[in-house]
């Protein structure tokens, strides 16, 4: 025992030491841990002196806890104050200089100290002289682990061999200890050398102490902290990529977006992609929100991981009501009517892009063991180091009220619910609290937009009654006032693109238009994106596969069509007379929806580029959890599961241990077993010649029975060498379990059934 103390007096100062390494402790002193170490031991000794006193134990708590409580109450501000200054602010206190790196002093840690380190060595102490040291290396791993686990993993390592080795010590000489009690209890004198013992002990701590340093200082040790700040890192890292790598008009040949709008151009002819589909697409690449008046931008950073456990859904009715055909919309006829569902495969070519091309809508995306993120546009983007993407298959709900194309709403039922000049109170209401706060952004107008172009918008919309009136005008005009061109020239610098379209160039490419429609609808009171993609023509392969060019890369507008349901409709102004393969051909589009149940169920992902706001956090110390706190919160959570899987463990090993028994011929491991059982309600069935005399304690006349029969079949197998006859070893099984249960409460039975 003495042995045992030593070396767990060392293991307290080696820990205490590590603490005054890694946390910068001023003037520590190792005679204040000495004296609180002693405490522990003489606090287990105490309550070992009790514990075979237990009444006098319960007499004393059952009258020392309502003094307590009632002292608490009186003390109440006292004990607050007592807190709020040994405890609060030291601790306040000790965070800060964890963060600052700076040094603190040993007065702010005493407190902690008084109050922690006598029981955690009481404990130790406790469990170590009831042979369980392997949970005595775990209180003490516990402070250990929570000082790496903080990043303190370089400070560390010059502990590491000196802890590997006294664990191996403490643990050799605390099972040493344990089988000589072992021993002794059952009468069994040992001659063992201890010198030549100790010798080997210290020698293969040695050894395995060194190569385990050997190991760390070759291959270094990380913490979890690391590990995780690494991690965190390496996302960054992946998402700057896929970022830089998501697909814009400049991919296919366009002027980039980002440098400046418009411009010649000259598109090729390559394909693209490859789509499995029955009908030509929108496909959707890219959403962006923000115009400057020369480029588009998005801003929003937010992205989420698409997974099994947040797919894409149709929560919302008003999608539903907007997505069904108007019978079932403008009627309860068909409630539960279900929404259509199409797929389409798409196969990349020779294109270089994170995107993963999709129609709207979609709510699925099925690529070969890839991560997948997607924005608040739903644009999905491939998360990996690498633009390389297998095919893919996207599945998306179909409308069957056509609202993806605007065009389509002229013979339908449906409108815009809202209207930007209303000046009834409950529409102004409904525009100014839902629509212009949820979709600011999508209303957003640069200050050098010039004053035509304002009068020009203006003239338009005039007279017009609803916002979808607006929209249909703003459409009839571009179409029939600009024709579509490649044959542009550059836009002058400084020059506001929209306004040198408008008044100067006169003509141009789908750039131009979905610039134009964007801005348009904007100023009119519509929310409204400029969004990149693809418009497949239909044209098809040889395997029966819609070929897509970089030729048909395009441009276009979608406005706001249902702010409840998030339903977008796509405004095409390109002109219908245009000719040529760069025309896109109109198609039924499929839109995105946005419930907030989406953005709110996900992980946010980021970029770390200097310029980029994004919150891709895996952060854990917010508010009250600092690194400080942080073991004391996770690693509980650790040894939990820890405990979990060992009782599962020892519960399949129980389980075989029944089996073996009952299958056994021979009785006498079913004897050892239930003598060893016994001895957990202090009943010992003694070796040698006494067991019949020890069964007859057992008030149970028929476990007592069956234990009479069992040990006489025993000794007719041990001293006659007869085979055992037919024996109940199922009955002797629940007569001994339920004898065992009726003595012991529930968490002790199962303590002792399964550890014992």
């Known amino acids: 025992m003495v042995l045992q103390y030593m070396l767990l007096y060392a293991y307290v100062l080696l820990i205490c030491h590590a603490m005054q390494t890694c946390y910068l402790i001023e003037g520590f002193s190792y005679a204040v841990i000495s004296v609180l170490f002693l405490a522990g031991i003489l606090l287990c000794h105490a309550a070992g002196m009790l514990r075979n006193r237990i009444q006098l134990l319960r007499a004393g708590l059952y009258i020392a806890l309502p003094l307590l409580i009632t002292a608490a109450y009186c003390k109440y501000e006292f004990l607050l104050d007592f807190f709020q200054i040994y405890y609060a602010d030291n601790f306040n206190l000790i965070n800060r200089s964890i963060y600052t790196t700076s040094p603190v002093g040993f007065a702010a840690f005493l407190p902690f100290f008084i109050l922690l380190l006598p029981l955690a060595v009481a404990f130790a102490a406790a469990f170590a002289g009831q042979g369980r040291g392997e949970i005595t290396l775990g209180i003490l791993f516990f402070f250990m682990f929570s000082l790496w686990n903080n990043g303190f993993d370089r400070a560390l390592s010059r502990h590491i061999f000196f802890f590997v080795m006294l664990s191996i010590l403490f643990f050799a000489v605390n099972q040493y200890l344990r089988l000589d009690r072992m021993h002794r209890d059952s009468g069994i004198k040992l001659e063992i050398d201890k010198r030549k013992i100790t010798r080997y002990g210290i020698i293969m701590a040695l050894i395995i102490a060194s190569t385990v340093m050997a190991f760390t200082r070759s291959f270094g040790v990380k913490s979890i902290f690391q590990l995780r700040k690494d991690y965190e890192l390496d996302q960054r890292r992946i998402m700057k990529y896929a970022m830089d790598s998501i697909y814009g008009l400049s991919s296919s040949g366009y002027r980039t977006s980002d440098t400046g709008l418009g411009g010649p151009i000259q598109l090729s002819k390559v394909e693209a992609l490859k789509v499995k589909s029955d009908r030509p697409l929108y496909l959707r690449g890219n959403v962006k929100d923000h115009y400057d008046g020369f480029t588009w931008k998005q801003t929003s950073d937010a992205h989420w991981e698409l997974g099994k456990n947040n797919p894409l859904k149709v929560t919302s009715e008003h999608i539903r009501f907007m997505l069904l055909d108007p019978a079932a919309a403008f009627s309860n006829a068909k409630?539960?009517?279900?929404?259509v569902v199409n797929k389409a495969v798409i196969y990349p070519q020779a294109l270089l892009t994170s995107t993963l091309f999709a129609p709207s809508h979609t709510f699925e995306i099925q690529a070969k063991r890839e991560k997948i993120i997607y924005d608040d546009s739903n644009i999905f983007i491939l998360f990996k180091k690498s633009t390389r993407i297998d095919d893919y298959e996207v599945r998306?709900?179909?409308?069957?009220?056509?609202?993806?194309?605007?065009?389509?709403?002229?013979?339908?039922?449906?409108?815009?619910?809202?209207?930007?000049?209303s000046t009834e109170p409950s529409k102004k209401w409904y525009y100014d609290e839902v629509v212009r706060k949820k979709y600011a952004r999508y209303l957003q107008l640069p200050p050098n937009l010039s004053q035509r172009t304002y009068r020009l918008?203006?003239?338009?919309?005039?007279?017009?009654?609803?916002?979808?009136?607006?929209?249909?005008?703003?459409?009839?005009?571009?179409?029939a006032h600009y024709p579509y061109s490649l044959t542009v020239s550059h836009v002058p610098p400084q020059q506001e693109f929209l306004d040198y379209f408008l008044f100067s160039e006169k003509k141009g490419y789908c750039t131009y238009f979905a610039t134009a429609t964007t801005v348009f609808c904007r100023m009119a009171?519509?929310?409204?994106?400029?969004?990149?993609?693809?418009?497949?023509?239909?044209?098809?392969?040889?395997?029966?596969?819609?070929s897509v060019t970089n030729d048909r890369a395009h441009a276009w507008t979608e406005i706001l069509l249902s702010p409840e349901s998030g339903i977008w409709s796509i405004v095409?102004?390109?002109?219908?007379?245009?000719?040529?393969?760069?025309?896109?051909?109109p198609t039924p589009y499929r839109d995105k929806f946005a419930d907030a149940y989406y953005q709110n169920a996900n992980i946010p992902a980021s970029s770390d580029s200097p310029e980029s706001n994004t919150t891709y956090s895996f952060n854990l110390f917010k508010g009250v959890w600092s690194r400080l706190a942080y073991p004391l919160a996770a690693l509980p959570l650790l040894l939990a599961g820890a405990a979990v899987l060992i009782v599962l463990y020892r519960l399949y090993r129980l389980s075989r241990t029944k089996k073996r028994l009952l299958g056994q011929q021979s009785l006498i491991p079913l004897c050892r077993y239930t003598a060893a059982r016994l001895k957990s309600v202090h009943l010992s069935l003694p070796v040698g010649a006494c067991e019949l005399e020890a069964v007859q304690q057992i008030e149970d006349t028929c476990l007592r029975d069956s234990l009479e029969l069992l040990i006489r079949a025993c000794y007719q197998e041990a001293y006659g060498g007869l085979t055992p006859g037919p024996f109940d070893r199922i009955k002797l099984f629940d007569l001994l379990e339920a004898y065992i249960r009726k003595r012991q409460r529930f968490l002790y039975y199962w303590y002792f059934r399964l550890f014992f």
């Open 525 to 546: 009171g519509i929310p409204a994106r400029y969004v990149e993609g693809f418009n497949m023509k239909d044209v098809k392969d040889a395997k029966g596969l819609y």
């Open 335 to 339: 409630p539960g009517q279900h929404l």
């Open 457 to 479: 918008v203006q003239s338009i919309v005039r007279d017009c009654r609803t916002s979808k009136e607006k929209v249909a005008r703003i459409q009839q005009y571009l179409s």
């Open 396 to 421: 998306y709900y179909q409308s069957e009220t056509g609202v993806e194309l605007f065009a389509n709403l002229y013979d339908l039922p449906l409108g815009i619910p809202y209207d930007a000049d």
């Open 572 to 585: 095409d102004c390109v002109p219908e007379g245009a000719e040529g393969e760069l025309l896109p051909a």
